[in-house]
């Protein structure tokens, strides 16, 4: 018989409400896990709370805002004594821009959330966090890849995964290991939005994938589940990319 990976743990996802964020909510569950975690669409929350009952809180809170994030946290105090997984899922990308045609309004709109919402979510959950924690950041392929564009988004990527490094760098006397998971391109709303609901577009994006297809929100989940669990007891500070091959290859 296999073990729950995270039997009486206590998981905070960011953004869990729908697509990967969904995903790694319900593994965690099937994994054992008591789980906090957010969105901001009312219809979406109220979906997500109908289908997973009292053992997930789902708190509406901006993962962009401070104020959002220190609700998140008041809200993970009042469930738990201690945090066990903290993962930082929340990010969004706009319409294809030119650096020439990005004004400060757009960067800040991908930025606030990607960057500057990832580096004070885990700001402000680590005072929360028990000795041998796990923080898994969703970052992404864009992060190395440099598609035309999506500067800001790409950038941000980047950043969030070097904070996976700092984090480790610094969290890691206590036992805490900081990762980053990448996906490549992945069937949520977020993609459609990529793909501007394009089907062409999502199987021109498929055909550079040499999997041929694109990944679905379960094969995110597995890997951040297995940075979450005692399973990568010894992995610390790295990325894992899950994307089919589209940035190795
Ligand atoms: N899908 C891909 O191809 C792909 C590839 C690489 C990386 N990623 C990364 O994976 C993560 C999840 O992407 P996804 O495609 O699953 O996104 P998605 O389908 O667009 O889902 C977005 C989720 O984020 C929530 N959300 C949006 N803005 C928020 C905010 N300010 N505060 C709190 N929650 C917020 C939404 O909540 P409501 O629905 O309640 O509004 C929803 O639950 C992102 O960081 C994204 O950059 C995705």
């Known amino acids: 018989m296999t073990r729950a990976l995270l039997a009486g743990q206590f998981a ?10 969904r995903a790694i909510v319900e593994r965690f569950l099937a994994e ?11 219809a979406r929350i109220a979906d997500a709370r109908a289908a997973w009952g009292d053992r997930v809180r789902v708190l509406h809170a901006d993962a962009s805002s401070l104020d959002g994030l ?16 903290l993962v930082a899922n929340a990010g969004r990308d706009v319409a294809a821009t ?19 919402g990832t580096f ?3 700001q402000r959950i680590a005072p929360l966090l028990n000795d041998h924690a ?42 805490i290991r900081a990762n980053a998971v990448s996906p490549g391109p992945t069937a949520t709303a977020g ?3 990529f793909t501007g609901g394009s089907e062409a577009v ?15 929100p379960e094969e995110v989940a597995a890997a951040v589940a297995f940075l979450a669990s005692a399973e990568s007891s010894f992995v610390a500070g790295v990325e894992l990319v899950v994307d089919g091959g589209m940035s190795q290859v």
């Open 120 to 122: 004070f979510t885990a």
């Open 202 to 216: 999502a199987a021109a994006v498929a055909e550079m994938v040499p999997l041929r297809r694109i990944g679905r």
């Open 70 to 85: 220190d609700e998140l946290a008041a809200a993970a105090r009042e469930r738990s004594p201690g945090v066990d997984v």
């Open 191 to 193: 993609f459609d939005q």
């Open 12 to 21: 905070v996802v960011t953004a869990g409400t729908s697509g990967i964020g």
């Open 98 to 116: 030119l650096i020439a045609e990005t004004d400060a309004t757009a960067f800040d709109h991908v930025s606030d959330l990607n960057f500057r």
């Open 32 to 42: 054992g896990a008591d789980v906090l975690t957010t969105g901001l669409t009312a």
């Open 134 to 175: 796990r923080i898994v950041l969703v970052s992404s392929i864009a992060g190395t890849n440099g598609g035309p564009g999506h500067a800001v988004y790409n950038a941000t990527k980047a950043a969030v995964r070097s904070l996976a490094r700092t984090l480790t760098a610094e969290l890691g006397e206590r036992g």
